[in-house]
C-alpha cells in the first residue's frame, strides 16, 4: 500500500506541474514528439524555470526509484535472484544494498537521491566537457538537457502501480528486465540528441561515439 501511495503521490506531482504551467505542459509533449527542435529552445535558452525542471527531475528519480526497489524487494527471496544482481551491479553498489534489501522505504528513498544525483552528476560532467568546445555554456543548459533526455523515466510510474500487484517470477523478470533496457536506451539516444544540439556537433559523429561506448560496456 505504501509504494502505491508514494508512485500515486509521483503522478499527482506530475500532473500538477502540468496544469500549473501550461508551457510545461507544451514543453513534455515537444520534449517527446520533436525533441531536435526543444533541445534548440535549451540552447537558445528559452525554457521553463530551473526550479520546475529540477521537480521533473525528482519525479523520474521517484519512478525508477520506486521500480528498482521494488525489483530489489519483490526478487530478495528468489533462488539465485542475489546472484544476477551480483552481476548485475558493481559490488560497491551491491554490497550495501544486501543489508536493506528488506527495507521498502529506505530502498526507495536510496533509490530516488542516486538517481537524483547521477543526474546532477551528469550535467556536471557535460559542463566540465563544454570547456573544451568554443562556446559559452552554462551549468543550467547541461542540467535542463540532462532531466530533459531523462525523462522517459517518468513512464516507469505506470509500471509502478502494476508491477507490486504481479507475481515476481521469471516473466516478470524478463520484461521488468526488457522495460528497463529500452527505456535506458531512450534516454540515452535522448541524451547524445541533446548534446549534439547543445554543443552543435554532427549527429554522425555524436551517435558514432554514443554507439562504441555502448560496444565497450557490452564487451566490458
Same mark, same amino acid.
Do not use: E, K
Given at each position: 500500500l505504501g509504494v502505491l501511495l508514494i508512485t500515486f503521490g509521483l503522478i499527482l506531482l506530475f500532473f500538477l506541474l502540468m496544469n500549473v504551467d501550461r508551457r510545461f505542459r507544451e514543453y513534455a509533449g515537444r520534449s517527446l514528439v520533436r525533441?531536435? +527542435? =526543444? =533541445?534548440? &529552445? #535549451? !540552447? &537558445?535558452? !528559452?525554457? #521553463?524555470? +530551473?526550479?520546475?525542471? %529540477?521537480?521533473? @527531475? *525528482? #519525479?523520474? @528519480? /521517484?519512478?525508477? /526509484?520506486? *521500480? $528498482?526497489?521494488?525489483m530489489l524487494v519483490g526478487f530478495s527471496g528468489h533462488d539465485g535472484a542475489g546472484r544476477y544482481f551480483a552481476k548485475l551491479l558493481p559490488s560497491l553498489v551491491y554490497a550495501p544494498l544486501t543489508g536493506i534489501s528488506l527495507s521498502y522505504s529506505t530502498l526507495i528513498i536510496a533509490g530516488t537521491a542516486l538517481t537524483f544525483s547521477a543526474t546532477v552528476l551528469l550535467a556536471g560532467v557535460m559542463r566540465f566537457a563544454a570547456i573544451f568546445i568554443r562556446g559559452r555554456y552554462y551549468f543550467a543548459d547541461t542540467y535542463n538537457i540532462a532531466?530533459? @533526455? $531523462?525523462q522517459p523515466l517518468s513512464f516507469f510510474l505506470i509500471y509502478d502501480l502494476i508491477v507490486? !500487484?504481479? &507475481?515476481? &517470477?521469471?516473466?516478470? %523478470?524478463? #520484461? @521488468? $528486465?526488457? $522495460?528497463l533496457i529500452a527505456i535506458k536506451l531512450w534516454c540515452y539516444f535522448r541524451l547524445l540528441k541533446g548534446a549534439g544540439v547543445l554543443f552543435d556537433i554532427y549527429p554522425t559523429k555524436i551517435y558514432g561515439y554514443g554507439a562504441l561506448f555502448i560496444a565497450l560496456v557490452v564487451a566490458i
Open positions: 525533441p531536435y +527542435n =526543444f =533541445f534548440s &529552445d #535549451i !540552447r &537558445d535558452r !528559452r525554457l #521553463i524555470p +530551473n526550479a520546475q525542471t %529540477a521537480v521533473l @527531475s *525528482f #519525479i523520474c @528519480s /521517484g519512478a525508477l /526509484g520506486v *521500480f $528498482l526497489a521494488t532531466v530533459w @533526455s $531523462l507490486p !500487484r504481479m &507475481d515476481m &517470477d521469471q516473466t516478470t %523478470a524478463a #520484461i @521488468s $528486465l526488457m $522495460l
